[in-house]
């Protein structure tokens, strides 16, 4: 006779997680080959990046000890889940890939910045504050109102911190849910959007508005701070040649990554059941917060929406060749 406790201790773990998609077409992602050629691309241009800004990370830093222990470990568990073969060990599996494929994108994104930071020439200040002048938009009036109210700022720094929560719950949902297409569209997604934020960063650096606008004592320092006009002319003398992963600061001006990542957190929690709304309000609070915290010009924003649309768009493309030619080899 079967044991209760053992049938309770396989059972209840899977009882508790929601359904999985019914669409046939929602296990079909990259191929294990596909997103390996792509991390070690993505590493490979970084890498190409540093040697040419003449930067180096230092393998032996402490600040390294974390992702190292992720990278040496993510793997094994995942082989060790996949191996299991339970409903909830499966899961366990595609969070470790998801997640550590979304911090690993997120890394090479921050690092990329500094050589890009440091091959770049002037600052493009004047055209981006022009642009928003047209908009009519008041980037001062907009932070005297945030630090004039501490509630406000509390809000606003919880909610531009939320860009790394939203998407760990967002990739959690498709794990659970086993919509492994849907996860990795939006990595792709947010691959091509880092691509294509970089690329136009290093045609317009800048220090940003709080920087570019503010004159006099500071009542409220943002989330982001002012690096932006101390480190990027550093960078650009080569002092410092070493960057310390543990230290990465935000360098990005235009467009906005956090306007980016916000438009595909909407687009992506579409498909996320019961939890859509809450997925969608959290990136409409982040935009809101991210002229101040992330001292952004609206232009910012605008750009980094439009960046987000377009990789959506070529990352559904791909997902779409992706499915067809899974679906034209089982037909075979």
Known sequence: MTDPHRFLALVAPTALLPQAC???HAAIGFSGGQVRAAVVAAVAACASLLWMAGLTI???ARSNIPYYSILAMAPLLRLGCLRDGRRWSIV???LVEYYTLFMAMALVGAISSYPIAAMSQGFADAGLQRVDEMLQF????WYRLVAA???LQLLGIAAYQSIFLTPALLLGWFAVTGQRREAHRFLAAFA????LTLAIYSQMPAVGPFSY???GPIPYMPVSELWQPDLIPALRAHMPTVIDVGQLRGLVSAPSFHAASATLYIAAARRCGPLRWWLTAMPCAMLLSTPVEGTHYLIDLLLGAGVALVAWYFAALLMR???RTAHGRESQ
């Open 58 to 60: 230092d393998p032996f």
């Open 138 to 141: 008041d980037w001062l009036a």
């Open 92 to 94: 366990l599996a595609q």
């Open 321 to 323: 060749w992706r499915v």
């Open 149 to 151: 109210h501490r509630t």
């Open 22 to 24: 019914a669409d046939p």
């Open 213 to 215: 606008l503010w004159r």
């Open 192 to 195: 091509i959007a880092a691509a």
